[in-house]
């Protein structure tokens, strides 16, 4: 059963701590992106990767690191740096690139207070 | 970099009426996504149409590249349709993805 798996669904943290968020996906594909969107907003680019042990800033990466050790996963760390990390926070997939079709997991809700 | 628009921002519906969205884009793209993002947050693939028309149950899309627009048609909507539908295209360099605005639409029971 292919597709992307985000873990956990729901995630409360206090402030100043540091959270990872997982994102997996056994679709073989070698670009990965993270997301983030705000209530009644838009997707914005936080990381991207279009390979292993490779990754690139998106557009809001301040305050966020992710690493890519292995093709099929790409986990965002949420730092005590990130001045507003409550969010909901999506992570997809895309066969080689933004010239194919991209799949998102379910994502993960993160309160931070 | 590439612009994404998307009208309207929202819209409301009566049960079993019929939409239609749209997507404008700023330059020429190799990639158009139409995506539902349902209440619980879930992005959902409607259609990857980067020229051409295709068809799906209710749902249709049409992409008219050389006029850099595409339509996202909805018949016979229901409740179920409710939600947000964000198009995407390739960034200039065909690393990313850059997403519109989004439709908030409400479908009426």
């Known amino acids: 059963d292919g597709g992307i798996t985000q873990s956990p669904k729901y995630l409360f943290r206090k402030e100043g701590q540091n959270v990872t968020l997982s994102c997996e996906q056994n679709?073989?594909?070698?670009?990965m992106y993270w997301y983030r969107q705000d209530p009644g907003q838009g997707l914005r680019l936080i990381y991207y990767?279009?390979?292993?042990?490779?990754?690139q800033k998106g557009d809001i990466a301040e305050g966020y690191s992710v690493s890519r050790e292995k093709k099929e996963s790409f986990p965002l760390t949420v730092t005590s740096a990130q001045k507003n990390p409550t969010a909901f926070y999506l992570c997809?997939?895309?066969?080689?690139?933004?010239?194919?079709?991209?799949?998102f997991g379910p994502g993960t809700r993160l309160t931070v207070t | 970099g590439i612009q994404v628009e998307q009208s309207p921002p929202d819209l409301i519906l009566q049960e079993g009426a019929n939409s239609t969205l749209r997507c404008n884009f700023s330059d020429s793209v190799n990639n158009l996504q139409w995506f539902h993002q349902n209440p619980w947050g879930q992005l959902i693939n409607l259609f990857y149409?980067?020229?051409g028309t295709k068809q799906n149950g209710r749902l249709s899309a049409t992409t008219v590249a050389t006029e850099r627009y595409s339509l996202l048609y909805i018949s016979s909507s229901q409740t179920t349709d409710s939600g947000v539908y964000f198009c995407a295209v390739e960034d200039n360099y065909g690393q990313n993805f850059v997403f519109g605005p989004g439709t908030r639409l409400s479908v009426l029971p």
């Open positions: 149409i980067p020229s």
């Open positions: 990767s279009q390979i292993v042990n490779d990754f």
């Open positions: 997809a997939s895309a066969l080689a690139g933004a010239y194919h079709e991209q799949y």
């Open positions: 679709l073989n594909h070698d670009a």
